[in-house]
């Protein structure tokens, strides 16, 4: 019995070291807890979906979800060759260029009539809390934070692991003039040296004007949040982008709901979405896009353009790692202006006589 309680001790003092390292961060407190609890979106100690939203599918139990994720077998579920891209030198771009390069999964950087924005950042090679786990694919880890140019934002979506890099976001803290993420987040940034000056925290349908006809607003998601025991502290958000001339929606994470044709009626139409496309399962099919439905919140956005991300860089579920682009390509049967570029490819989105090759099936 000694030996039994010794053994939970050791084990309980190893987990709670392990979850206190720096990178897990901070849950709220103080004057930004206080500004949560006033959120109608926060409810019961948490943020919460507009819509009820189940952890797993209906017809299944968590149990049988992580049985089958680490021990069920998917063919192709990393790429068996190494990918090769050439990617853009971002410090020799003209300033006065629109631009969208992507740097796999949902890492992008963006630049719109001279603003420079960097999106869900995750350059250290890995997406979980461990450097051995969820390794980028060989290839496709091109981009490292060096890379960077100095930025106008960074924007945050949500605090999970593939999306809210530690390693990442500290090296660009000096670089980076004001960051932009959800409410709640920001505990994180500031615990980890951000200056919560330069901190803009939103709930969803909170704005904030950027610059003299640049606009930022928070939109729902349908998601969730958090990167260690205690879930959904912060909120999960899109963004929508205002600028002089066009409109566009950052997606981040989201399950398909209602809000993408709530959202489309707002703001009449959409220049570009970034969409998710990938890591979906039936067995959490609520708060990951399954196939298709992307191209449904497109319609629904009144999006002209869509760009999907989400993919090709991390393994997060039981597919094929390039199912989700061949799965998108093939659904598109109303030939949608979908665009699909490599990673490190720079690419003029408003240009719609670009065409772009289905680089992923030479990978087969």
Do not use: C
């Amino acid at each position: 019995m000694i030996t039994l309680l010794l053994t939970a001790a050791v084990l309980f003092g190893a987990v709670y070291i392990f979850i206190n390292q720096k990178n897990f961060g901070k849950a709220p407190s103080g004057e930004r807890l206080e500004r949560i609890k006033q959120s109608p979106n926060y409810k019961n100690g948490k943020f919460q979906n507009l819509t009820y939203t189940p952890a797993v599918g209906e017809d299944t139990n968590m149990a049988e979800v992580m049985f089958r994720f680490l021990f069920g077998k998917t063919e192709n579920k990393i790429p068996a060759k190494a990918l090769h891209f050439e990617k853009t030198d971002l410090h020799t771009l003209q300033p006065d260029e629109n631009v969208y390069i992507w740097m796999g999964h949902s890492s992008y950087y963006l630049q719109a009539e001279g603003i420079k924005i960097l999106v869900d950042p995750v350059l250290s090679g890995f997406a979980s809390p461990v450097s051995f786990t969820t390794k980028a694919f060989a290839g496709s880890d091109v981009y490292h934070t060096a890379d960077i140019p100095d930025l106008d934002y960074l924007i945050i979506t949500h605090d999970h692991w593939d999306h809210l890099d530690y390693k990442t976001v500290t090296e660009l803290f000096p670089r980076v003039k004001k960051i932009i993420t959800g409410l709640g987040t920001g505990a994180h940034l500031e615990y980890w040296g951000y200056n919560p000056e330069n901190i803009i925290e939103l709930d969803w349908h909170e704005s904030e004007n950027l610059s003299p006809g640049f606009r930022i607003t928070a939109e729902p998601a349908r998601h969730f949040s958090g990167r260690g025991l205690k879930r959904d502290q912060a909120i999960w958000a899109s963004f929508v982008l205002e600028t002089p001339l066009q409109k566009i929606y950052i997606g981040g994470d989201s399950g398909y709901d209602d809000h993408f044709k709530k959202i489309g009626e707002k703001y009449g139409s959409i220049d570009l979405a970034i969409l998710e496309n990938g890591q979906y399962n039936r067995d959490w099919k609520h708060i990951h896009f399954m196939p298709g439905e992307n191209i449904q919140a497109m319609r629904e956005l009144n999006a002209k353009r869509m760009i999907p991300v989400h993919n090709s860089k991390f393994s997060l579920a039981m597919h094929a790692w390039n199912e989700p682009l061949k799965k998108l390509v093939e659904m598109n049967t109303e030939k949608s202006r979908i665009i699909t570029p490599k990673i490190g490819q720079k690419i003029h989105w408003e240009d719609d006589s670009a065409l772009y090759e289905e680089w992923w099936e030479m990978y087969d």
